[in-house]
């Protein structure tokens, strides 16, 4: 079965900072992963896809995503946070059926950005 | 666009009541699923239809029954509600475009307390 660990539950930076999310996930075949936002009392929103070819996806809101096949790892990168990324970021990989996908996602971490 | 709706938006409930949580999307989306939010514990799919008059279990299926009444609408009905069922849930819906799954979208959630 499918997995994905977010090993950071909190994440403080201060506005302007780079940022980097870590993501893991366990899969048999090739992944495709996914990160998506959630402020609060809100849906989810996707911030960026991996399919397949080129590993250094772009996203939304200045997000970028590198997926390491040998290290199982698709973290989430932004070089220089603003207030309105405070949020809390999901990781998920999906497992593909007949006509359909079913996601597995992390944990979450939640992002603090001070002022 | 109004994407993924979900109604109602808060719900109380008391132990042992049922209801059922309505999601319609009017994207044609093929795939409809149900997931629950709880604290720490990143989104868990309960259950899924990968097509209209199809529905199968996710991770978490105990306790909760679906319906696939169109390609539009796919409900979830909790039959006996338990304080165990406190939580978030959301509705998403994806599609599958020339053999390449498109992400999920997800709605608002529904908040849902059990006394």
């Known amino acids: 079965a499918q997995s994905v660990t977010q090993p950071d539950i909190h994440i403080t930076v201060s506005e302007g900072a780079s940022l980097e999310l870590r993501c893991n996930y366990s899969?048999?075949?090739?992944?495709?992963l996914f990160w998506y936002v959630q402020s609060p009392g809100q849906g989810l929103q996707l911030l960026l896809k991996y399919f397949s070819g080129d590993t250094l996806v772009q996203g939304i809101k200045g997000f970028e995503a590198e997926f390491k096949r040998s290290q199982s790892s698709f973290n989430l990168r932004k070089p220089s946070v603003h207030w309105s990324d405070a949020a809390e970021y999901f990781c998920a990989v999906a497992r593909s059926g007949a006509g359909s996908y079913q996601l597995t996602f992390g944990k979450g971490t939640k992002l603090s950005v001070i002022p | 666009n109004a994407g993924v709706t979900q109604t109602p938006k808060f719900q109380v409930l008391k132990t042992g009541q049922s209801m059922t949580l309505q999601c319609a999307q009017d994207?044609?989306?093929?795939?409809m699923y149900w997931y629950r939010q709880d604290p720490g514990m990143g989104l868990r799919l309960i259950y899924y239809?990968?097509?209209?008059?199809?529905?199968d279990k996710g991770e978490v299926p105990n306790g909760y029954n679906v319906s696939r009444l169109n390609k539009r609408e796919f409900s979830l009905r909790l039959e006996s509600a338990a304080p165990s069922q406190t939580s978030v849930y959301f509705c998403?819906?994806?599609?599958?475009?020339?053999?390449?799954?498109?992400?999920?979208?997800f709605g608002d959630g529904t908040r849902l307390s059990i006394l």
């Open positions: 239809s990968a097509s209209e008059g199809t529905t």
């Open positions: 899969y048999g075949a090739t992944p495709y």
């Open positions: 998403a819906s994806s599609s599958l475009n020339r053999g390449i799954y498109q992400p999920q979208h």
């Open positions: 994207m044609n989306h093929n795939s």
